[in-house]
Structure formats: C-alpha cells, structure tokens
C-alpha cells in the first residue's frame, strides 16, 4: 500500500475501528474520503499479537467456563480476507487448550482457582 501510495481503509484505535471510503463526488471527478467509526467492546489492530488478543478476549471466558454455574463461552473471529483470523484463533485455541488443563489440573489437586 504505501509503494503504491495507497491509504490504510480501516484504521483500528481501541474501542473503535474508522472505515475510509474512497468516493467520487456528483460531478464523477472530485474525489473524496468518507469515513465511517464502529464502536466495539475491544479493537485490535494488525500489530496486536495472539497473546494480547488472547489475554483481553478469551482468557477472561476460562474461569467463567470452569465456575461450576454451566458457563458457556463462544469466541468469534471477524475481519477481511487474508487478514490472520485463522492463524490468531489456532494460537487462542492452543492457550485456550493449555489453559483449562492447567486449570483442571490444579483443581484435581483441590487448588482450583475457577472457584468450582
């Protein structure tokens, strides 16, 4: 993008990611940018790593899960094409896996930090 200097079309500062739109005034010469804001509960941007999204997103779920009240927990993945969901939620999937048997581990100890 910026060899071709090009513009990002979506810029993502926490909570809120901007969609710019590039358009064509009436005269179908004029052009200009339109920018859409999108509120969310957290936002991440290309340079956030799988751990950090891991921590903010999924981690908080674990002990909700192993609470003993029959928690459940869905995590959802949304972006363009190309742009990691999968590869991010392989690595979430891996901590997700490590963590609960951590966390059934020690609570087969009798230490269970869930609160079961």
């Given at each position: 993008?910026r ?7 979506v810029t ?14 009436v005269?179908g010469i004029?052009k200009?940018?339109?920018?859409s ?7 991440f941007?290309?340079?956030t ?7 903010v997103?999924?981690?908080p779920?674990i ?10 927990a ?5 972006g363009?094409t190309?742009?990691g969901k999968t590869?991010t939620m392989g ?5 997700v896996a490590?963590?609960?048997f ?5 609570a087969s100890k ?7």
């Amino acid at each position: 993008e910026r060899n071709k200097k090009d513009h990002d079309s979506v810029t993502c500062l926490h909570p809120a990611v901007w969609v710019h739109s590039a358009k064509l005034r009436v005269d179908g010469i004029t052009k200009y940018l339109d920018h859409s804001s999108f509120a969310f509960d957290h936002a991440f941007d290309e340079n956030t790593s799988t751990e950090e999204i891991y921590s903010v997103s999924t981690m908080p779920l674990i002990d909700f899960v192993c609470a003993g009240g029959g928690g459940r927990a869905t995590v959802f993945a949304y972006g363009q094409t190309g742009s990691g969901k999968t590869y991010t939620m392989g690595g979430i999937q891996t901590m997700v896996a490590e963590d609960l048997f951590l966390l059934l581990g020690d609570a087969s100890k009798g230490n269970n930090p869930g609160g079961g």
